[in-house]
């Protein structure tokens, strides 16, 4: 299950993972679904409600985490049993190919002297991770976050859908979700908000444009609720042996994640702090 629209991370993530899983034959008519919703809690309420259900997983990652928070969403991913986390991934912030700002500091000029005029979006809702590092960058930029006009979009393929209709003068999205169009030249990345710069990406960090944000998105999987223990191995184990094959190291590259592999205990431990992490930001900025 994938609880946004196609074509977002979530979506490329779980495909990617089911497509390994049949070509390396450790299981087979793997049914990629999506259900959107409310930032991933429409999906999260969804996978709480079918306890015990151990041929089920979820797709996930900060956004699910964020939203369930912002939007007080009475499923909790503490509910759910923990299966790993797969990857890392920086955002872009990105323009259209046409777009006048040729650097981060061109649109944060433009942006500081009237932010309610300037739509910025994401294919997060609030508490996501696109809607985080936005909020992160206009508080470093000396914005105040309410004054953001940050429009939601289910995924990256819409968001992308509406930044190449000019609908938003700007994007903050994962990297992984912006390859094909900046191969095509349709957008231009200004920035990236991981610690390094992307390998095949001609941009610089935030850091390194003079904003001090380093800002990095996690995806992994959850099962429902009350799943038999023989059910939880053989996910784990799945999940794991698709972790060791050719093909997801190749998918890794040519996504341009980052390996993040952690399962059960310390991944339920990783989401403990994740959930006080977004809920901490989000109060500090007003959002929460």
């Known amino acids: 299950m994938v609880p946004t629209g196609p074509g977002g991370g979530y979506d490329m993530t779980a495909r990617t993972a089911a497509k390994v899983m049949e070509e390396a034959k450790l299981a087979r008519n793997v049914e990629v679904f999506n259900l959107a919703g409310a930032g991933g809690t429409v999906g999260l309420?969804?996978?709480?409600?079918?306890?015990?259900?151990?041929?089920l997983i979820m797709q996930m990652g900060l956004g699910v985490v964020g939203a369930s928070y912002a939007n007080k969403s009475k499923a909790k991913v503490s509910e759910t049993t923990p299966l790993a986390r797969l990857i890392e991934e920086p955002n872009v912030v990105v323009v259209p190919d046409k777009s006048p700002y040729h650097s981060l500091q061109d649109l944060l000029n433009a942006w500081k002297a009237d932010p309610g005029k300037m739509p910025g979006g994401g294919g997060s809702s609030p508490g996501g991770p696109d809607h985080l590092a936005t909020m992160l960058l206009a508080k470093a930029a000396g914005i105040e976050p309410?004054?953001?006009?940050?429009?939601?979009?289910?995924?990256?393929?819409?968001?992308?859908?509406?930044?190449?209709?000019?609908?938003?003068?700007?994007?903050?999205?994962?990297a992984g979700e912006t390859t094909d169009q900046i191969e095509a030249g349709?957008?231009?990345?200004?920035?990236?908000?991981g610690g390094t710069r992307i390998k095949g990406i001609d941009a610089p960090t935030l850091k390194e444009s003079g904003v001090n944000v380093?800002?990095?998105?996690?995806?992994?999987?959850?099962?429902?609720?009350?799943?038999?223990?023989?059910?939880?191995?053989?996910?784990?184990?799945?999940?794991?042996?698709?972790?060791g094959t050719k093909q997801w190291q190749d998918?890794?590259?040519?996504?341009?994640?980052?390996?993040?592999f952690l399962t059960?205990?310390?991944?339920?431990?990783?989401?403990?702090?994740?959930?006080?992490?977004?809920?901490?930001?989000?109060?500090?900025?007003?959002?929460?």
């Open 186 to 193: 349709t957008v231009r990345v200004l920035a990236v908000t």
């Open 146 to 174: 309410k004054q953001v006009n940050y429009v939601t979009y289910a995924g990256g393929g819409e968001l992308l859908g509406a930044l190449l209709g000019k609908k938003i003068a700007f994007g903050v999205t994962g």
């Open 214 to 243: 380093v800002f990095t998105n996690w995806r992994g999987m959850l099962a429902p609720p009350e799943i038999s223990e023989s059910d939880r191995k053989a996910l784990l184990k799945l999940i794991t042996d698709m972790h």
């Open 45 to 55: 309420a969804r996978l709480v409600n079918e306890k015990g259900n151990g041929k």
């Open 264 to 288: 059960d205990e310390k991944y339920a431990a990783f989401l403990k702090s994740e959930t006080e992490r977004a809920a901490a930001v989000l109060h500090d900025l007003g959002l929460g």
């Open 251 to 260: 998918a890794l590259a040519k996504n341009g994640w980052t390996d993040a």
